[in-house]
């Protein structure tokens, strides 16, 4: 699709005029208008606004002219999963697991292969397979051939051991010592839970990205501790399998 029709759909999906788009991204409406007929296309920085106010990638707004991946896992990237930065700009580099609010969440490749074959191995596709498949390709990645420059200064490893340091120090029965944290997507691990009063309540953002693992339970049985937390919270509950019938046991502000 050609960038003046991807510019004129986004502007009557939001329902905005020519001269409310113009405002919103500080140009004229005569500048909408010949972007629209094809005679120019947005600069670079406005270009970021409408990516911004439209909720989509720069690469959308061109017409997807590249076939973009995750520098760091290799997954294709799509608007719905490309990361952002803080200031809720497109990172066009990253999928949103494996980069979040400014940090990187891998530091350690068999940690990233560990999680990915999970959800790459099928009844065509074995776990050797994927493993093999991300050995060879992972590499060849721009995050992994510049990893010192780019989040090797060990910050976020530090952050990740601190929290595990703080789960661990909870003492919750059943629970066993957790040693590793994972990036997990808030809409796979977005659980709902019963509150004493009856009402239900979800506690994540399904399009942030949190640290978590998921533990067997000491005593045994088929439930799991799920365990998950970021800069501002920790939260564990126990749950059986594929999430169901979850319970929260703690939900502790840091």
């Known amino acids: 699709m050609e960038t003046k029709t991807v510019l004129l759909e986004l502007r009557t999906k939001h329902g905005l005029s020519q001269d409310q ?82 940090e990187y969440m891998y530091s350690d490749m068999d940690d990233l292969i560990d999680v990915c074959v999970k959800h790459m191995a099928n009844d065509q596709f074995s776990e050797e397979d994927a493993r093999r498949y991300l050995r060879d390709t992972l590499p060849k990645l721009d995050y992994w051939k510049r990893y010192q420059e780019l989040g090797g200064d060990g910050h976020f490893e530090a952050f990740k051991q601190t929290l595990i340091d703080e789960i661990n ?18 809409s796979y691990v977005n659980l709902e839970y019963r509150l004493p009063n009856g009402n239900m309540v979800k506690f994540l953002d399904d399009q942030a990205t949190y640290l978590g693992n998921q533990l067997e339970c000491e005593f045994g049985g088929d439930r799991c501790f799920g365990v998950l937390a970021n800069m501002e919270f920790i939260l564990i509950c126990t749950y059986e399998e594929n999430g169901v019938n979850p319970e929260l046991v703690i939900y502790k502000k840091r």
């Not at 120090?169 to 010592?177: R, V």
Request: with cysteine; charged share 25%.
């Open 169 to 186: 120090e909870l003492h919750i029965d059943g629970m066993p010592k957790l040693t590793k944290l994972n990036a997990l997507v808030g």
């Open 21 to 102: 788009l113009a405002e919103k991204v500080f140009v004229t409406r005569q500048a909408v208008s010949r972007w629209e007929t094809g005679e120019t296309v947005p600069n670079t920085e406005t270009l970021k606004l409408l990516s911004r106010l439209y909720d989509v990638s720069i690469n959308t707004l061109l017409g997807s002219p590249m076939k973009l991946i995750c520098q760091c896992c290799g997954m294709p990237l799509e608007d719905c999963n490309i990361s952002k930065e803080k200031d809720g700009c497109f990172n066009e580099h990253y999928c949103k697991w494996c980069y979040a609010d400014g």
